[in-house]
């Protein structure tokens, strides 16, 4: 990013770490701690990639993103491209899995669905 008035947020930021006791105790890791990347916006770590790569596209001038994914992706890109004013087509496999084609799709107008 070259400047600062294009960058796109949702209040991403710092998510917790879970103390994971026995579960590390178990596999000898005694200090073992779990990144809970739930609270972010779109629930998924992808939203970290998809606030950079969606500012940086607005800073380019970018006005449609076009992408292929299975579902977490596509949620996160479509909820940052809308939130920037991008338009967005996502192509996703029939067989993606309900929770998370439905998560995009009402973001990604229009949302291309592919049957492979």
Do not use: Q
């Not at 400047?3 to 000898?28: F, K, N, Q």
């Not at 596509?74 to 087509?89: D, F, K, P, S």
Request: net charge positive; with cysteine.
């Amino acid at each position: 990013m070259r400047d600062d008035a294009y960058v796109i947020s949702l209040g991403e930021g710092w998510t917790p770490l879970i103390p994971a006791v026995r579960y590390g105790a178990t596999i000898g890791v005694p200090r073992l701690v779990v990144k809970d990347e739930g609270p972010l916006p779109t629930g998924s770590f992808k939203a970290r990639g998809a606030a950079v790569g969606v500012s940086r596209a607005l800073e380019l001038g970018v006005r449609h993103v076009a992408m292929p994914s299975n579902g977490n992706a596509a949620a996160a890109w479509a909820t940052y491209a809308t939130r920037a004013g991008i338009r967005v087509t996502v192509a996703m496999p029939a067989a993606a899995p309900t929770i998370t084609a439905t998560n995009a799709s009402p973001r990604a107008r229009p949302c291309t669905w592919s049957t492979g």
